[in-house]
Nanobody, 126 residues
Framework: QLQLVESGGGLVQPGGSLRLACEAS????????ISWFRQAPGKEREGVSC????????NFADSVRGRFTISRDNAKNTVYLQMNNLKPEDTATYYC???????????????????WGQGTQVTVSS
């Protein structure tokens, strides 16, 4: 059974950076499509970024494209979300989610994700 644990959240000033980590146990993460979602109080959950299992193709929401990157470290069984030039509107609880094992060039935020982490809080404020 795949288990996911997020870390790396915190309080940062506008324009700052954070790197979130999604560490897996129980299975090999590189066989799973991984997405990062976020949810702010009173708002719908939003897909932020995802990464495929074949060639690690990445997708980003328009709101974060050019500021966020997603990557895999297979040796650490971890997926990272690097967040640069953070804005107050990025404030939310961030969750990683996984689906698989699957071998795919595609990922999206509306597909089923059976495995979820507990979330990590990101607050962007001066």
């Amino acid at each position: 059974q795949l288990q996911l644990v997020e870390s790396g959240g915190g309080l940062v000033q506008p324009g700052g950076s954070l790197r979130l980590a999604c560490e897996a146990s129980g299975s090999t993460l590189n066989n799973y499509i991984i997405s990062w979602f976020r949810q702010a109080p009173g708002k719908e959950r939003e897909g932020v970024s995802c990464i495929t299992t074949i060639r690690s193709i990445t997708n980003f929401a328009d709101s974060v494209r050019g500021r966020f990157t997603i990557s895999r470290d297979n040796a650490k069984n971890t997926v990272y979300l690097q967040m640069n030039n953070l804005k107050p509107e990025d404030t939310a609880t961030y969750y990683c989610a996984a689906e698989g094992p699957v071998f795919s060039y595609l990922c999206n935020y509306s597909q089923q994700y059976r495995y979820w982490g507990q979330g990590t809080q990101v607050t962007v404020s001066s």
